[in-house]
């Protein structure tokens, strides 16, 4: 990628204080040329067509390691590599094929201000500071070539670099002579549903950038979510449960993971809310809770990252002894119900679409909705935290696995639910606590 009037600036404030040593480094280049070359980048870029082969690749490495951008000619947008496996590739991007198409996996969003589109498999994403080249972009949605494309276009030729920056993106795609691209050619990539694939790029190190992991970023402008939280519904009664005291009954946890069963089939008898209450102290209870200064933290029976616990568990009591029919929050401190609703519409449907989530194999008797309280984890990492939420999912999962052979219980992980039910369920935003994970247990035939 280096057309006519491409070139390479530098891309993070402060890097011009580190540039010797971050030149250096690449070992590519002497004192005097990385001289020259950082004085190029810090006052209006090097030209890709005039960089000597050392320092296209010196280049090379500071993108790779987000240190340096490229602009085309017109500074209609801004190419900027997001991960360690980009290169620049050949000098004209778009002489691989006649036609082009936009990638299924391309999406735009607005990032500073500015549109941002990038690709889940893209090693790099363009900044768009001309919203001309929006349309431009919208001219790739059917196989065409890039001269039509310009023709039609506000931007006219001033677009033809843009479209090259797409191109190194792996925004836009070559077609072959029936018009399809990779992702429609591909087995592999056909399989991928858009959100998914997404998804699966922004959470992992690699393509998802360099703003990953514990970032801390509020954490100077919003005071930490609580860990912990009073039932919003303590008002509608509380319904204290059964607290185990001598386990020793157990079997060994080697038995309990070998003989380990999805059941969705259960008898008629129902279980008790003193099994009910059992199970819950083993597998959901707060065990401790712990303040750090300005940052506090939590311990359950099962592993959560970062200790901050953000799940919530609702019981939808279908069918259990001693326990009336109804939808309630469980309290993990008290160890107790809070009744939210009797039995309703949205209850029905609920179990409903427990059944189908178990391809009508199965009725639960106690139906668990573990939701998540977002903000406790966005709060503290940025990238994946959607994905941490899925995993600790999975972990209770588990838990309740291993806990309900242990008991004797019938227990089954469920693979879908209902997030606009729940939310309609429990009055809460959907964005700002929200149903991710279905369990259900009852007594096995």
Not at 35 to 44: D, F, S
Not at 116 to 133: E, F, K, N, T, W
Not at 280 to 285: E, I
Not at 300 to 328: H, K, M, S
């Amino acid at each position: 990628m280096s057309g006519p009037g491409m070139r390479a600036v530098l891309r993070r404030e402060g890097f011009e204080a580190n540039a010797p040593r971050a030149l250096a480094a690449t070992g590519l280049l002497g004192d005097r040329a990385s001289h020259t070359l950082h004085a190029g980048l810090a006052n209006g870029g090097v030209a890709l067509t005039a960089a000597k082969p050392p320092e296209r690749a010196a280049i090379e490495q500071l993108a790779r390691g987000g240190l340096v951008a490229f602009r085309d000619s017109e500074d209609v947008a801004t190419l900027l590599p997001v991960a360690e496996g980009f290169a620049l590739g050949p000098e004209d991007p778009l002489a691989e094929a006649e036609r082009w198409k936009l990638s299924k996996f391309q999406y735009v969003q607005s990032e500073g201000g500015e549109a941002v589109a990038r690709s889940a498999l893209g090693l790099a994403m363009v900044q768009i500071h001309d919203p001309a080249a929006l349309a431009l972009m919208g001219r790739f949605s059917v196989a065409t070539t890039p001269a039509e494309a310009l023709d039609k276009g506000d931007l006219g030729n001033r677009g033809a670099g843009f479209l090259g920056l797409l191109a190194c993106a792996g925004i836009l795609l070559p077609c072959d002579g029936e018009g399809r691209t990779a992702d429609e050619t591909d087995d592999q990539r056909r399989m991928w549903d858009f959100h998914e694939l997404i998804y699966h790029s922004r959470s992992r190190l690699g393509r998802s950038g360099f703003r990953v992991g514990a970032t801390w970023e509020f954490r100077d402008e919003i005071p930490q979510p609580p860990i912990l939280r009073d039932s919003p519904w303590r008002e509608n009664g509380v319904l204290p449960l059964y607290r185990p005291t001598v386990l020793s009954r157990d079997m060994p946890l080697f038995e309990a993971m070998e003989t380990r069963r999805s059941v969705r089939a259960y008898s008629p008898a129902p279980i008790t809310a003193w099994e009910l209450g059992e199970f819950l102290y083993r597998t959901m209870r707060v065990r401790s809770h712990v303040k750090h200064g300005d940052y506090e933290v939590a311990s359950r029976p099962y592993p959560n990252g970062g200790g901050i616990y953000e799940q919530e568990l609702y019981v939808t009591v279908e069918a259990c002894a001693d326990l009336p029919r109804g939808f309630y929050h469980y309290d993990p401190v008290a160890h107790a119900l809070c009744p939210i609703s009797p039995p309703d519409a949205d209850m029905s449907m609920l179990i409903e679409e427990a059944v189908s989530a178990t391809a009508g194999l199965g009725r639960p008797q106690i139906l668990f909705t573990i939701a998540s309280r977002f903000g406790g984890f966005n709060w503290k990492y940025s990238a994946m935290c959607y994905a941490a939420q899925l995993k600790n999912v999975g972990a209770i999962y588990q838990t309740m696995y291993l806990v309900a052979t242990a008991m004797g219980l019938g227990a089954c992980g469920l693979g879908l639910g209902n997030a606009d039910r729940f939310a309609r369920m429990t009055g809460h935003d959907y964005a700002t606590e929200g149903s991710i994970g279905e369990f259900m247990i009852g007594r096995p035939l």
